[in-house]
């Protein structure tokens, strides 16, 4: 059974840098996609950075060249790295696993993970 543990979530100032740990369990291959998604007030939850069973990497434009998802296989720990914070990266933070062939494309799309943390939450202030 697969189980995410989010942690990592705190509050920082605008500039600052916070790296968020999703531990999972349950077992991953090459098949495995794995993601991290954001709910800030009153907002629909998106997409933020996917990473593949192969390493490949998928970011949304606002946060392309700040933040980094990485992931530990031998630690069953999923990363994401994010500097230079803005107020508009508040929200909770979800990471998300699935395993189900799909397309590139659908991979930013909430229905396609099947398995969810329980989320941690980043504030960003001025």
């Known amino acids: 059974q697969v189980q995410l543990v989010e942690s990592g979530g705190d509050s920082v100032q605008v500039g600052g840098s916070l790296r968020l740990s999703c531990a999972f369990s349950?077992?991953?291959?090459?098949?495995?996609?794995m993601a991290w998604f954001r709910q800030a007030p009153g907002k629909e939850r998106e997409g933020v950075a996917t990473?593949?069973?192969?390493?490949?990497?998928i970011y949304i434009p606002s946060v392309k060249g700040r933040v980094t998802i990485a992931k530990d296989n031998d630690k069953y720990i999923q990363y994401l790295q994010m500097n230079s914070l803005l107020p508009e990266d508040t929200g909770m933070y979800y990471c998300?696993?699935?395993?189900?062939?799909?397309?590139?494309?659908?991979?930013?799309?909430?229905?396609?993970?099947?398995?969810w943390g329980q989320g941690t939450q980043v504030t960003v202030s001025t």
């Open positions: 998300a696993e699935d395993r189900v062939r799909r397309m590139m494309s659908q991979l930013s799309l909430q229905s396609s993970y099947t398995y």
């Open positions: 349950g077992a991953i291959d090459s098949e495995t996609y």
């Open positions: 990473i593949t069973g192969n390493g490949r990497t």
